[in-house]
């Protein structure tokens, strides 16, 4: 069993940065590829970003490609996503996810079976 807590969420303005933590307890993280996904208003969870296991793959969703960045730290069990040049449309909550597999960067919710409760990012414009 896998506990996920996201923090760092918050209301910044447009073009501006935050910086996203999920520290992972009870279970084995740094064999596991972790992912961050997003839900705005209205609209179905979508893939953000991933990182495997040892972060030598990471993969990204068109829209936040050269803007995020996703890494982890396994002595910490944390991973992180560095978000700049926030747009308003980045406005969603944000989940970090584990994946059952370590070794592939996988962009399905499906793939992914624990989960944390989200933190909101709202980017005013």
């Known amino acids: 069993q896998v506990q996920l807590v996201e923090s760092g969420g918050g209301l910044v303005q447009a073009g501006g940065s935050l910086r996203l933590s999920c520290a992972a307890s009870?279970?084995?993280?740094?064999?596991?590829?972790m992912g961050w996904f997003r839900q705005a208003p209205g609209k179905e969870r979508e893939f953000v970003a991933g990182v495997s296991w040892s972060g030598s793959s990471t993969r990204y969703s068109d829209s936040v490609k050269g803007r995020f960045t996703i890494s982890r730290d396994n002595a910490k069990n944390t991973v992180y996503l560095q978000m700049n040049s926030l747009k308003a449309e980045d406005t969603a909550v944000y989940y970090c996810?584990?994946?059952?597999?370590?070794?592939?960067?996988?962009?399905?919710?499906?793939?992914?079976?624990?989960w944390g409760q989200g933190t909101p990012v709202t980017v005013s414009s």
């Open positions: 996810a584990a994946d059952r597999v370590g070794f592939v960067v996988r962009t399905s919710m499906s793939a992914y079976d624990y």
């Open positions: 009870g279970g084995t993280f740094s064999s596991r590829t």
